[in-house]
C-alpha cells in the first residue's frame, strides 16, 4: 500500500533521508539558539511517538529517533502547555501534562520552580530570546538553502539561459500577440528579464490576465501584451501540472556562468528570495481565490520528488533537499499557532501588551491552529493521492 503511492522502496528511502535532514537542519536551529540563551533542552528528537533507538550526552540531552518519521521536536524544560508542530507532525509537550521526559520517566507534577530552573527554564526568559528561539528553526532551513546554492554555484556556476525565443507554438498566447523567434525578451510587467528562467517564474505567478512583454527585435524594441493560456505541462522529471503558459521555447542558448565566492553568494542569496517570494505571491493569490489549490503537496509528492532527483543523481538531490528545507521554513513562519510564526505572534502581542496572554486564550489559539494544520495535512494528502490514482 505505501509503495502504491509512493512508488518503491527508493523513494520511500529517499524521502526519510531527505526529511530527516531538513527536520534536522531545523530543529538544530531551534536548540543551538535555546542552548545560547540558557535553556536546558531535554531531548532532541527526530520523528514523533515512540523511541526507537538514541542516546544521553552529558548536558543530559537525549537525543533520539522516534517512529513516526513526519517532523521533529526539540523538548526544553519549562515549556510547559506549548504544542509544536513540524512539516506533517504534531506533539503537545510540557511538564504539566504528565509526559514522559527525553529519558523516558514520567513527568513530576506541577509545582513551583526554584531559582536555579528559572535560569534554565524556557518560560522564565525574555520575550527577546523566546523569540530568538522561535525563529531559529526556520531562519536554520534558510541558511541551509543560500548554503547549498552557494557552493553548487561556486563549483557548478549558475546555469544562465538566454531570454530568446527559439519556436513560438501555433494557436498559443505567443502566436496570438504577435511574438516571433528570435526576440529577446527584455521585461514582462516592468518585471527585467535576464535569464529564460525568468520568463518562467514570471509567467508561473500570472493569474491569465494580459501582461506587457518588451522584447527587442532586430534593431527594434516592442512591447506586446499577451494573455497567458492555462495549459497541462510537466516538469523535468515528467510530473504533470497545470499551469499559465506563453506558449515559447528558448533558442537552446545555455552556458554556465563562473562565479567566485562573493558573486556566488549573492546570486544564492537572489536564488532564495525570489523562491521565497514566489511562495508568498502563490499564497496569496490562493487566499484571495485567483489561483487554485491543486499545486499544494503534501509526504507522498515530497517522496514522489525526492526520489527523482535521487535518481537523477546527487547534486540533484541536494539542490531537492535546499528547496524543500527552504519550503519547511517558510511554512512555519506562517503566523498559525503551532507553528513557529503562531508563537511569534503571541510573543509579539505579549511585548505590546507587556504581559502575556492568557492561557485560555493561548489554549484557544493552540487549538484553532492545530486543527488548521490538520486541515492543511488532510488536504495536501488528498491532492498527493488524488493525482497519484
Known sequence: MIEQFFGSTFAVLSFLVGITIVVFVHEFGHFWVARRNGVRCQAFSI??????????D??????????????????????AETMQAVEGGLVAEGDKNNQQNGKGEQAQEPRELTEEEKKVSFKYKTVGQRSAIAVAGPAANFIFTIIVFWI???????????????????NSAAAAAGLMPDDRVLSIDRQTVERFEDIRSIIQLSTGAALDVAVRRGAQELTLSVTPRQSVTKDVFGNEAKAFLLGITSNGETH???????TALGASVQQTYDIVRTNLVAVGQMLTGRRGTEDLGGPIRIAKYTSQAAKAGAAEFVLMLAVISLSLGFMNLLPVPVLDGGHLLFYAIEAARRRPLSERAQEWGLRVGLALVLALMLFVTWNDIFRSL
Open 47 to 56: 520523528g514523533f511517538g515512540p523511541e526507537l533507538f538514541g542516546y544521553t
Open 58 to 79: 552529558k548536558l543530559g540531552t537525549r537525543w533520539k529517533f522516534s517512529l513516526i518519521p513526519l517532523g521533529g521536536y526539540v523538548k526544553m524544560f519549562g515549556e
Open 152 to 170: 553548487t554555484f561556486m563549483i557548478v556556476g549558475q546555469s544562465i539561459t538566454e531570454p530568446v525565443i527559439g519556436q513560438v507554438q501555433e
Open 256 to 262: 554556465y556562468k563562473e562565479l567566485n565566492p562573493v
